[in-house]
């Protein structure tokens, strides 16, 4: 079965740049979105369709796919940036989920 | 705005059968399909499956689709799940979310817990 695979924990200093990595087999080929969810809440669509943004949503939060690989990258990190975030694509009319990663910002 | 909002919380016993509901407001519910997605406790999403709210076409996971039905009442634009035989591993937040199938999901409804005890 087709597997999406994401880093357990990423850690950055407030004002930088995380990156955080969902890789699976052909993965550029579909796309890909990505949700932040945040302890005690459901989850928020942050990117879909690899790289856009849904409405209300800052524009430091952009993605990209390409290869095995796409990424979430947060510019200029905020402490209300500290959040699970899981990627996620289909395959064979499956939904899959990364396991997830815990983004800190300290 | 748009919401799903869901049942409260339940308490099943190990073999038990749960159904949990999501209303949906907001916008026009034979446009969009429903995704159930559970979460056990301290762990990350997993998708149970979609229906549509157009037809009723249902699509299940694989290692769910011989315990789960999803069903809708288009008068009330209200989506059900039901789980059956339910173990204690089936404890979890459960959560019914809007989307189109082979595509991403845009709002989530506040989520039911499950607790499966005996």
């Known amino acids: 079965s087709y597997e999406l695979t994401q880093p357990p924990s990423v850690s950055v200093s407030p004002g930088q740049t995380a990156s955080i990595t969902c890789s699976g087999d052909k993965l550029g080929n579909k796309y890909v979105c990505w949700y932040q969810q945040k302890p005690g809440q459901s989850p928020v669509l942050v990117i879909y369709q690899d790289t856009k943004r849904p409405s209300g949503i800052p524009e430091r939060f952009s993605g990209s796919s390409s290869g095995n690989t796409a990424t979430l990258t947060i510019s200029g990190t905020q402490p209300m940036d500290e959040a699970d975030y899981y990627c996620?694509?289909?395959?064979?009319?499956?939904?899959?989920f990364g396991g997830g990663t815990k983004l800190t910002v300290l | 705005q748009v919401q799903l909002v869901q049942s409260g919380a339940e308490v099943k016993k190990p073999g038990a059968s749960v159904k949990v509901s999501c209303k949906a407001s907001g916008y026009t519910f034979t446009s969009y399909g429903i995704s159930w997605v559970r979460q056990a406790p301290g762990q990350g999403l997993e998708w149970m499956g979609w229906i549509s709210g157009y037809n009723g076409h249902t699509k299940y996971a694989q290692k769910l689709q011989d315990r789960v039905t999803m069903t809708t009442d288009t008068s009330t634009s209200t989506v059900y799940m039901e789980l059956r035989s339910l173990r204690s591993d089936d404890t979890a937040l459960y959560y019914c979310a809007r989307g189109f199938s082979g595509s991403y999901i845009d709002f989530w409804g506040q989520g039911t817990l499950v607790t499966v005890s005996s």
């Open positions: 996620q694509a289909w395959d064979s009319s499956t939904m899959i």
